[in-house]
Every structure is written in structure tokens, then in C-alpha cells.
């Protein structure tokens, strides 16, 4: 039996989702798990809904339950009877709710999302499966749709709900109908509920938001509590409100919220309660109405996050310069740290500022050498850490000053540029460097706290999450901040494994990898030049650890010259955007994930960008990157980073790394599962020939990368234990069409290791002689010996061996290259050298002699036992003793 049910006092959201989700499982009956919304159940009485099959709760039989299908509705403890159910390993549960979900919940489908309401995530599900509603069904939904949405005027109402709603239009729903059922009259005691509540009214501060609290209390239930809630917020103009009313036995709960500081959903789950953001609910036995208006306060407190301030935006450290430094170093600095201003200091205190539109103009004029102290700027306004960002404002837009000092006593703590607050306003606040838990972005695609640590106790290996706890520990002792960076946080949130774990430490990293040699199993490898450090752990696990830094570039291409800065200016200094995501390891704020550029977004979008437009010419390597990133994510170039990409290339910059670094970040590209699509688009961005002229990815190129593809994927199902580099196999594809003097010109210029150079040039060379004997008798080597192609084959690598197998456009060829790998190349007689000797044969060219003869007979089943490899060691030498020879080749 499958059921579908919703929360208890369902209101028409849970009754539109149960009537869609009929559609999709019309085996299914549709039980309400407890009561009803007053104007549900009038509106079920007075207009029966076609196809509706509805149960009663106490003739549905649990044991016989298969399926339970929850619609607006994700916890147990909301639903009744039905509770137990989801405990049961024999029902499966599928969940459609537009609530988040809370920690630990499994189910065997799950669909939420953050919409207006749970009947826009039914209608995306009935358009996929091409099911249409008729028009009392329609109807239904898009009373569900309008009342969870507030007619399409909530704050989260979402573009997809106006969507659904034209859907449902479109399908015949009565909006007279919906209009008559959503403006009901108040019933009289509706109306001494809300003069109550009104009566009792008062407006709490927390954090510096004000809260309205309200309460009331009768003696009989009242239903439609959400319409007096929505009433007293627009009377009253209300930002946040909790309304509290006494039902009989029970305290039943309303919040709502405009405000992204209060998450409502949260105040009200610590009673028990459930919802979002901006609206939720709670139902609350076995305390008084006296002492949940007490707890209140308290639970708001925990909740409600600040508003902004001065310290939430600034950026530390901040970059000064002595007031007496001439101006052509303050020049120099601005270029470095690419920035517009910097902050004058005399003896460590805060005197002036200049600018970089200042220090251009004199030094135009050559006053270079002139102290900064005769053209710095000496008004300007200052904000302390805790200055509200009005007040920065007013300083940015009124007063026109870009850069705004923060400034505790006498000491400069901080800054805060046009730019910050710019991206402030714009992003609704995800890029601060605290985020807060919880507060999705503007664009509803910011991950909260809670759903961040159920990736991570879903995707993360538990290795790297006792890792995380033990760090934060340590963190804790030592009262320094801790962030997991880099790749490990991107494909965590792609649910990609990815175990190379990078960890930034706002402090000096290499006395905290000290600390952790002290208290754990492992070694530290400490870099004291770029304040980095490996730990790597008694099983063999690696943890790179760095210190928060940025870095600029004397010259393009050159290594950076490293600097401490704080985690946004690190996150900065990144490649791509992708790639500035951090996660919070310290205690108070494990599992926050913090985005001050965007990560999420591209993420989300499959996009690739840069951060800044001198990101290609600064660090060339990242063109390679870039591609590589692109090819194995799936993603694209963002249009404007692809601009920038082309135009580093056709400016040869790429000419001014060091050639290995180049070598190396080509040999992990052609690492990558698919490497053919990476050489493909650095050929179609000009990339392939500005490394080399003569490297050209054509059409049989690209037939030598799949069947390259397809040997190494069998090659490593075969499970031998010895080790190759894959990479190596795709290189001799990419170099297939050029002569020995081509490849030696593209090893001088990579300056490609000896080893490789070797394997390159002078192996490949003697290997394809051999492969090319092979060519030549694929119509017959189905009658080659195995001896004779061991002894073809004998000494040549594991990379050319596969190499060969892609060259070749002989299925036979290929085959024979297979039977040589896995019943050739290891085969080995019996008899050893030490038994040969035993048996009085003489050391020297007649015993390697012996050996090659037991071998090739054995290779063509000549021999089977041990006996048979005696016997013909014995009938050899009679052979030689009869010859009178004394030497063999």
C-alpha cells in the first residue's frame, strides 16, 4: 500500500501537493495525518476535487504500508500515526517539501528545493512526466500556490512559482474560486484572537533588529492562525514577527520574517517546530503560553544575526606606507598589491591617505622622490569596527571616499574600499568575511550551514572527517582560525572525491604543523619561504597546510613573492573563482561555507572565470588550468575569461614561464580520464602551437587518444601492481606524426627530463622498428611463435607497449600487443639460473644460453613440467659436448 500525507492542520499548500502527487502515484491514497485547516476542510466539503481518493487514518492498516509519499512536510514529528513508519526499513520514503531538510534525514527520493511553496516543486514533477491536471485539480494547486506565497508577494516567492502558476492558469484553474476561498471573512472568534494580539503586541531588540512579539490565549481551537499573523504585519508594517496563541492544551506558533537576519525557520525548529526563512510554524504541549514568551527571547538572541558593521566588511591587514617614503615606492606599492589607495602612517599611527590617481599625476610630473607626506590627503573620514554600514556609506556615496579607514583607539585595524561595499549590496551580503549561517544569498544558491555538514557526513571519506574534528580541536586550543580550501571544498559541494586536503591557517602554519607532530602520529615537511608545511600522517594520509597569504608578481610569469594577509586576500590570489570556496573547521563555526567571489554561482552556472583581467599574465600556467578545469568539470570559459585567455596567448605569454612548469602542467592535463578534449581546445585556442608549431591534434590523433583511452583502461583492470604513466602513453600519441629531430626540438624546448627524453626520442625510435615488423605480418601472426614475439617485444616498456596498442590499425596487431602483456611478458621457466648451476652446468654465455632455449620452449608448449625443462637442459648440453663447442651465442 502507498501512502501520500502531510503535516497535521493542513493548510491548501499540503492539500494542491497531495492532490499532484495522486497524479504521480495514482496507486497511492491520499491520508491526512491529523487536522485540518478550518478553510481546508469547508473547501473540501463544498467543492469536491475529481480523482481525489481520500482515507481516513484509522482504517489504513501500517503494517500493509509500503511507500510513504510526504508533501510539504520532512519530519516524523509532524505527521501523526505515521511517525513510525519512517523508521521502518521495509517503506520507502519519498519527500517533497520546500522546507530544508533537517540533519540526518533519509529518504529514497527527495525533492526540495527553496520555492514559495511545495506545489511548484509538483507541477516542475507532473511537467516532466507530462501529466496534466484537469481544472478542479488545477484549482486546488493554485490555491496552495497563492496562500504559500501570499498571492505571489512573499519575499520567497521565486520566479519558478510564478511559472507554476501560469501553468496551472493555462490548465483551467478558477482564479474566482481562489479568490473566494483565500478572502474568507474573520469568524468572531478569529477576531477576539487578533484584538488580543494586537493588545499584547511588543517589540523586542536583538542584535539590533526589532522583533515583534504578540500572544493570546482562548479556550477553543481557532484555526487560520497564519491569516491573523499576515493581518498584524501589514497593519502594523512589521519586519519579523512571532505571534503565540494558547489553543486549548496546546500553544501554536506563527512567525514571519522580511528580514535575511532572522531566519525564522530556525527560531521555531528549537520548539519543535519547522519551516524557512521567512515563514514557519510550530505546535508546542506540555508548556505554558507563560513559558514559551519567556524562552523566546533567549532563542532570538541565538538566532538573529547582527546587522552588518564595519568590522563584518573591512580587510585586514591593511597595506600602508611611511609618510616620509617618496611617492615613487607608494607607486610601487599600489602596482604590487594592485589596489587604488594606500594609508599613510607616522610612528604606527593613521595621518593621511593618497592615492593612486595622486601618485600617477606627480610622478607625471617628476616629483617621484618627493615624500609622500607633501601630496597625501589629510581629511577623511574613519568608521570604528563596530560603526553600522550606514554610516560607511555615507562616507563612500556622500562623501565620495573611496577608501575608508577602520580605526580602533589609534591603531588601524582595518579597511573598507567602494568595491566591498559595492559587493555587499549587490550579493545581499554572502561576501563578508563571516558569513552567518544559514542566510542564503540573493540568488537562492548559497548553501546553509546544516546542509554543508550533511555534505560532509554524506561525501566526505570518514578519514578526512576525523581529520577535520582533530584540527578543530587543536584550532581551538591554539585560538586560530581554520578553512579547508581549494579543490577538496569545490568537489565537495559537486560531490566529486577529491582527497587532497588543503587547509589555510590565519597564523603561522608551520608552528601549527608542530603542534600537530606533538599530539598525533606524523611528520612535518616544513617550507619556511612560503610559510607552508605537509603533515603526512602514520597510514600515509597528506595534509598540506599554509599560512593565509597573498602574493604578487615581480615580473609576468616569474614564481609569486608571498606575503601574510588575511583569508579573503588568500581566497584572492586564486586561480579561478571555482576554486575560492573555503569551509570553517573552528567549533563555532564548523561546516560554514564562506563565498566572498561568486563560487557558488559559477558552480552552479558550469563557469570558469578569473578573479582579476592580469590573472593570465601574472601566472601563465593558469591557461592550462583553465583548460583542464573546463574539460573535467564540464564546465565552459566564461566569455570575458576566454577573452583574456586568447589574448594572453596571442601575447605570448606563456613564452615567459619556466619551459618545466609548462612541461609539468601539460603532463596533468594529459593525466586527466579524458585528456583528448583538453589537447583539443588548447589546439582550438592556439595554445598547442604556441608550445609548439609541429604539434598538431588532428583527425588520427585523436583515433590514437581513444584507443590509448581504451588499452590504459584495460591495462589497469588487469591489476599487475607495476606502476606507469598514463600520461607518458598520450604524450607518444600527441607526438606520433613527428621525427626523432621534431620531438628532441619540443624536449629542448620543454627541457624535458633525460629519463623522458629517452623514452621520447631514442626508445620510441627502437620501438617502432619493432611495432612496425608487427605491421607487416598482421595477416599472419596468428602463426607467430610466442617465443619469436617475446623475443620482438622483449625490453620494451609498459608506456610504448600501449603506446603501440594505439598506434596500430590492426585489430591483430593490437591483440597480439595483448597476448604479449598478459601470457608473455612473465612467463618464465622452472628451472632458475641456481638450479642450472646445481645441475653442473657452467656460469657464463652457455647458461643464459640454457635459460632463452627453457623459456621460448615453455612460451611454445614444448615443455609443461619441471621434468621436461631437465630433460631438455640435459639433451642441450649433450648437443653442445657433441658440437666440441665451448662458447654459444
Given at each position: 500500500?502507498?501512502?501520500?500525507?502531510?503535516?497535521?492542520?493542513?493548510?491548501?499548500?499540503?492539500?494542491?501537493?497531495?492532490?499532484?502527487?495522486?497524479?504521480?502515484?495514482?496507486?497511492?491514497?491520499?491520508?491526512?495525518?491529523?487536522?485540518?485547516?478550518?478553510?481546508?476542510?469547508?473547501?473540501?466539503?463544498?467543492?469536491?476535487?475529481?480523482?481525489?481518493?481520500?482515507?481516513?487514518?484509522?482504517?489504513?492498516?501500517?503494517?500493509?504500508?509500503?511507500?510513504?509519499?510526504?508533501?510539504?512536510?520532512n519530519s516524523g514529528e509532524r505527521i501523526g500515526p505515521f511517525s513510525e513508519l519512517i523508521e521502518r526499513e521495509d517503506v520507502e520514503l519519498h519527500i517533497f517539501d520546500h522546507h530544508p531538510l533537517p540533519p540526518g534525514c533519509q529518504a529514497d527520493v527527495v525533492v526540495v528545493e527553496r520555492v514559495g511553496a511545495t506545489v511548484t516543486l509538483m507541477v516542475r514533477q507532473l511537467k516532466q512526466r507530462g501529466l496534466i491536471p484537469d481544472a478542479s485539480q488545477a484549482t486546488v494547486m493554485m490555491l496552495g500556490l497563492y496562500e504559500d506565497t501570499g498571492n505571489l508577494l512573499f519575499p520567497s516567492t521565486t520566479g519558478e512559482d510564478f511559472a507554476a502558476a501560469a501553468w496551472l492558469l493555462a490548465c483551467g484553474a478558477d482564479l474566482n474560486l481562489v479568490a473566494d476561498s483565500l478572502s474568507r471573512e474573520l469568524s468572531s472568534l478569529q477576531v477576539e484572537v487578533l484584538h488580543q494580539l494586537l493588545q499584547s503586541r511588543t517589540m523586542l531588540t536583538v542584535n539590533g533588529i526589532e522583533v515583534c512579539l504578540a500572544q493570546a490565549s482562548v479556550d477553543r481551537y481557532v484555526g487560520d492562525l497564519a491569516v491573523l499573523a499576515h493581518k498584524i504585519r501589514d497593519m502594523e508594517n512589521l519586519d519579523a514577527l512571532i505571534i503565540a496563541v494558547r489553543l486549548e492544551d496546546r500553544v501554536f506558533l506563527v512567525a514571519r520574517s522580511r528580514l535575511p537576519e532572522v531566519h525564522v525557520g530556525r527560531v521555531l525548529a528549537e520548539l519543535g517546530g519547522g519551516g524557512h526563512a521567512t515563514a514557519a510554524s510550530a505546535t508546542v504541549r506540555e508548556q505554558t503560553l507563560v513559558q514559551i514568551m519567556e524562552q523566546l527571547p533567549s532563542i532570538l538572541l541565538r538566532h538573529v544575526r547582527p546587522q552588518w558593521q564595519a568590522q563584518h566588511l573591512m580587510t585586514a591587514p591593511v597595506r600602508t606606507i611611511?609618510?616620509?617614503?617618496?611617492?615613487?615606492?607608494?607607486?610601487?606599492?599600489?602596482?604590487?598589491?594592485?589596489?587604488?589607495?594606500?594609508?599613510?602612517?607616522?610612528q604606527g599611527t593613521l595621518v593621511g591617505l593618497v592615492t593612486r590617481q595622486t601618485v600617477e599625476r606627480a610622478l607625471h610630473h617628476g616629483l617621484g622622490e618627493i615624500a609622500v607626506r607633501e601630496y597625501m590627503s589629510m581629511e577623511f573620514g574613519i568608521v570604528s569596527p563596530r560603526a553600522p554600514l550606514a554610516e560607511v556609506q555615507e562616507i563612500i556615496v556622500g562623501q565620495r571616499q573611496r577608501f575608508v579607514p577602520v580605526v580602533e583607539g589609534e591603531k588601524l585595524v582595518g579597511v573598507i574600499t567602494r568595491t566591498d561595499l559595492l559587493r555587499h549590496l549587490v550579493s545581499g551580503g554572502r561576501s563578508l568575511c563571516q558569513p552567518q549561517p544559514g542566510m542564503p544569498g540573493?540568488?537562492?544558491?548559497?548553501?546553509?550551514?546544516?546542509?554543508?555538514l550533511r555534505l560532509m557526513e554524506t561525501r566526505l571519506p570518514r578519514r578526512v572527517r576525523q581529520l577535520f574534528g582533530d584540527l578543530s580541536q587543536v584550532a581551538e586550543a591554539f585560538g586560530i582560525r581554520i578553512y579547508a580550501v581549494g579543490g577538496s571544498v569545490r568537489d565537495l559541494v559537486l560531490n566529486k572525491p577529491n582527497l587532497d586536503v588543503d587547509v589555510v591557517v590565519e597564523g603561522n602554519a608551520i608552528r601549527f604543523a608542530h603542534e600537530l607532530e606533538q599530539r598525533f602520529d606524523c611528520r612535518v615537511r616544513a617550507h619556511e619561504k612560503f610559510?607552508?608545511?605537509?603533515?603526512?600522517?602514520?597510514?600515509?594520509?597528506?595534509?598540506?597546510?599554509?599560512?593565509?597569504?597573498?602574493?604578487?608578481?615581480?615580473?609576468?610569469?616569474?614564481?609569486?613573492?608571498?606575503?601574510?594577509?588575511?583569508?579573503?586576500?588568500?581566497?584572492?590570489?586564486?586561480?579561478?573563482?571555482?576554486?575560492?570556496?573555503a569551509l570553517s573547521l573552528n567549533q563555532d563555526s564548523y561546516g560554514e561555507l564562506i563565498d566572498y567571489f561568486g563560487a557558488q554561482r559559477d558552480l552552479r552556472d558550469g563557469a570558469i572565470r578569473v578573479l582579476h583581467n592580469l590573472s593570465f599574465v601574472e601566472d601563465p600556467t593558469r591557461i592550462l588550468r583553465a583548460v583542464r578545469f573546463e574539460q573535467r568539470l564540464g564546465f565552459s570559459l566564461g566569455l570575458h575569461t576566454e577573452h583574456l585567455l586568447r589574448s594572453a596567448v596571442a601575447m605570448d605569454f606563456l613564452d615567459r614561464i619556466g619551459p618545466l612548469r609548462l612541461f609539468n602542467e601539460l603532463t596533468i592535463l594529459l593525466n586527466e580520464a579524458v585528456p583528448w578534449k583538453g589537447v583539443q581546445r588548447l589546439q582550438e585556442l592556439g595554445v598547442l602551437a604556441k608550445i609548439s608549431p609541429l604539434l598538431i591534434a588532428d583527425a588520427e590523433t585523436a583515433r590514437q587518444f581513444q584507443q590509448a583511452g581504451r588499452a590504459i583502461g584495460w591495462y589497469e583492470l588487469l591489476y599487475t601492481g607495476e606502476k606507469f604513466d598514463a600520461w607518458v602513453v598520450y604524450l607518444l600519441c600527441l607526438f606520433s606524426a613527428l621525427k626523432p629531430s621534431s620531438v628532441e626540438e619540443i624536449c629542448d624546448k620543454l627541457t624535458i627530463p633525460q629519463r623522458w627524453r629517452n623514452l621520447l626520442v631514442d626508445e620510441r625510435q627502437q620501438a617502432w622498428s619493432l611495432f612496425n615488423q608487427l605491421e607487416r605480418q598482421h595477416k599472419t601472426l596468428s602463426r607467430l611463435p610466442d617465443s619469436q614475439l617475446a623475443e620482438q617485444l622483449g625490453g620494451v616498456g609498459t608506456e610504448l607497449l600501449l603506446y603501440g596498442m594505439a598506434r596500430t590499425h590492426h585489430e591483430s596487431v593490437r591483440l597480439k600487443f595483448s597476448h604479449y602483456v598478459t601470457a608473455v611478458r612473465e612467463t618464465k621457466p622452472l628451472l632458475s639460473g641456481k638450479d642450472l648451476l646445481k645441475m653442473g652446468c657452467c656460469p657464463g654465455?652457455?647458461?643464459?644460453?640454457?635459460?632463452?632455449?627453457?623459456?621460448?620452449?615453455?612460451?611454445?608448449?614444448?615443455?609443461?613440467?619441471?621434468?621436461?625443462?631437465?630433460?631438455?637442459?640435459d639433451r642441450l648440453r649433450q648437443q653442445q659436448e657433441t658440437a666440441g663447442t665451448n662458447s654459444v651465442d
Amino acid at each position: 500500500m502507498d501512502i501520500i500525507t502531510t503535516h497535521i492542520n493542513a493548510d491548501f499548500d499540503c492539500l494542491g501537493s497531495m492532490v499532484a502527487a495522486q497524479l504521480l502515484y495514482p496507486e497511492a491514497l491520499a491520508v491526512f495525518a491529523g487536522a485540518r485547516e478550518p478553510a481546508v476542510r469547508d473547501f473540501l466539503e463544498q467543492n469536491p476535487v475529481s480523482g481525489l481518493r481520500l482515507g481516513r487514518i484509522k482504517e489504513v492498516d501500517l503494517d500493509q504500508v509500503r511507500r510513504l509519499i510526504l508533501v510539504d512536510v520532512n519530519s516524523g514529528e509532524r505527521i501523526g500515526p505515521f511517525s513510525e513508519l519512517i523508521e521502518r526499513e521495509d517503506v520507502e520514503l519519498h519527500i517533497f517539501d520546500h522546507h530544508p531538510l533537517p540533519p540526518g534525514c533519509q529518504a529514497d527520493v527527495v525533492v526540495v528545493e527553496r520555492v514559495g511553496a511545495t506545489v511548484t516543486l509538483m507541477v516542475r514533477q507532473l511537467k516532466q512526466r507530462g501529466l496534466i491536471p484537469d481544472a478542479s485539480q488545477a484549482t486546488v494547486m493554485m490555491l496552495g500556490l497563492y496562500e504559500d506565497t501570499g498571492n505571489l508577494l512573499f519575499p520567497s516567492t521565486t520566479g519558478e512559482d510564478f511559472a507554476a502558476a501560469a501553468w496551472l492558469l493555462a490548465c483551467g484553474a478558477d482564479l474566482n474560486l481562489v479568490a473566494d476561498s483565500l478572502s474568507r471573512e474573520l469568524s468572531s472568534l478569529q477576531v477576539e484572537v487578533l484584538h488580543q494580539l494586537l493588545q499584547s503586541r511588543t517589540m523586542l531588540t536583538v542584535n539590533g533588529i526589532e522583533v515583534c512579539l504578540a500572544q493570546a490565549s482562548v479556550d477553543r481551537y481557532v484555526g487560520d492562525l497564519a491569516v491573523l499573523a499576515h493581518k498584524i504585519r501589514d497593519m502594523e508594517n512589521l519586519d519579523a514577527l512571532i505571534i503565540a496563541v494558547r489553543l486549548e492544551d496546546r500553544v501554536f506558533l506563527v512567525a514571519r520574517s522580511r528580514l535575511p537576519e532572522v531566519h525564522v525557520g530556525r527560531v521555531l525548529a528549537e520548539l519543535g517546530g519547522g519551516g524557512h526563512a521567512t515563514a514557519a510554524s510550530a505546535t508546542v504541549r506540555e508548556q505554558t503560553l507563560v513559558q514559551i514568551m519567556e524562552q523566546l527571547p533567549s532563542i532570538l538572541l541565538r538566532h538573529v544575526r547582527p546587522q552588518w558593521q564595519a568590522q563584518h566588511l573591512m580587510t585586514a591587514p591593511v597595506r600602508t606606507i611611511d609618510v616620509d617614503a617618496p611617492l615613487r615606492q607608494a607607486s610601487a606599492l599600489l602596482t604590487r598589491y594592485t589596489i587604488n589607495a594606500l594609508a599613510v602612517l607616522e610612528q604606527g599611527t593613521l595621518v593621511g591617505l593618497v592615492t593612486r590617481q595622486t601618485v600617477e599625476r606627480a610622478l607625471h610630473h617628476g616629483l617621484g622622490e618627493i615624500a609622500v607626506r607633501e601630496y597625501m590627503s589629510m581629511e577623511f573620514g574613519i568608521v570604528s569596527p563596530r560603526a553600522p554600514l550606514a554610516e560607511v556609506q555615507e562616507i563612500i556615496v556622500g562623501q565620495r571616499q573611496r577608501f575608508v579607514p577602520v580605526v580602533e583607539g589609534e591603531k588601524l585595524v582595518g579597511v573598507i574600499t567602494r568595491t566591498d561595499l559595492l559587493r555587499h549590496l549587490v550579493s545581499g551580503g554572502r561576501s563578508l568575511c563571516q558569513p552567518q549561517p544559514g542566510m542564503p544569498g540573493s540568488d537562492g544558491i548559497s548553501l546553509e550551514r546544516r546542509q554543508v555538514l550533511r555534505l560532509m557526513e554524506t561525501r566526505l571519506p570518514r578519514r578526512v572527517r576525523q581529520l577535520f574534528g582533530d584540527l578543530s580541536q587543536v584550532a581551538e586550543a591554539f585560538g586560530i582560525r581554520i578553512y579547508a580550501v581549494g579543490g577538496s571544498v569545490r568537489d565537495l559541494v559537486l560531490n566529486k572525491p577529491n582527497l587532497d586536503v588543503d587547509v589555510v591557517v590565519e597564523g603561522n602554519a608551520i608552528r601549527f604543523a608542530h603542534e600537530l607532530e606533538q599530539r598525533f602520529d606524523c611528520r612535518v615537511r616544513a617550507h619556511e619561504k612560503f610559510v607552508t608545511a605537509v603533515v603526512i600522517f602514520a597510514d600515509g594520509f597528506k595534509l598540506d597546510l599554509a599560512s593565509t597569504r597573498t602574493e604578487y608578481y615581480l615580473e609576468p610569469g616569474a614564481l609569486p613573492t608571498v606575503e601574510e594577509a588575511s583569508l579573503k586576500l588568500d581566497l584572492y590570489r586564486r586561480d579561478f573563482t571555482i576554486n575560492t570556496l573555503a569551509l570553517s573547521l573552528n567549533q563555532d563555526s564548523y561546516g560554514e561555507l564562506i563565498d566572498y567571489f561568486g563560487a557558488q554561482r559559477d558552480l552552479r552556472d558550469g563557469a570558469i572565470r578569473v578573479l582579476h583581467n592580469l590573472s593570465f599574465v601574472e601566472d601563465p600556467t593558469r591557461i592550462l588550468r583553465a583548460v583542464r578545469f573546463e574539460q573535467r568539470l564540464g564546465f565552459s570559459l566564461g566569455l570575458h575569461t576566454e577573452h583574456l585567455l586568447r589574448s594572453a596567448v596571442a601575447m605570448d605569454f606563456l613564452d615567459r614561464i619556466g619551459p618545466l612548469r609548462l612541461f609539468n602542467e601539460l603532463t596533468i592535463l594529459l593525466n586527466e580520464a579524458v585528456p583528448w578534449k583538453g589537447v583539443q581546445r588548447l589546439q582550438e585556442l592556439g595554445v598547442l602551437a604556441k608550445i609548439s608549431p609541429l604539434l598538431i591534434a588532428d583527425a588520427e590523433t585523436a583515433r590514437q587518444f581513444q584507443q590509448a583511452g581504451r588499452a590504459i583502461g584495460w591495462y589497469e583492470l588487469l591489476y599487475t601492481g607495476e606502476k606507469f604513466d598514463a600520461w607518458v602513453v598520450y604524450l607518444l600519441c600527441l607526438f606520433s606524426a613527428l621525427k626523432p629531430s621534431s620531438v628532441e626540438e619540443i624536449c629542448d624546448k620543454l627541457t624535458i627530463p633525460q629519463r623522458w627524453r629517452n623514452l621520447l626520442v631514442d626508445e620510441r625510435q627502437q620501438a617502432w622498428s619493432l611495432f612496425n615488423q608487427l605491421e607487416r605480418q598482421h595477416k599472419t601472426l596468428s602463426r607467430l611463435p610466442d617465443s619469436q614475439l617475446a623475443e620482438q617485444l622483449g625490453g620494451v616498456g609498459t608506456e610504448l607497449l600501449l603506446y603501440g596498442m594505439a598506434r596500430t590499425h590492426h585489430e591483430s596487431v593490437r591483440l597480439k600487443f595483448s597476448h604479449y602483456v598478459t601470457a608473455v611478458r612473465e612467463t618464465k621457466p622452472l628451472l632458475s639460473g641456481k638450479d642450472l648451476l646445481k645441475m653442473g652446468c657452467c656460469p657464463g654465455p652457455k647458461l643464459g644460453y640454457l635459460l632463452r632455449q627453457l623459456r621460448a620452449a615453455r612460451l611454445d608448449g614444448l615443455i609443461q613440467t619441471r621434468d621436461d625443462e631437465i630433460a631438455l637442459v640435459d639433451r642441450l648440453r649433450q648437443q653442445q659436448e657433441t658440437a666440441g663447442t665451448n662458447s654459444v651465442d
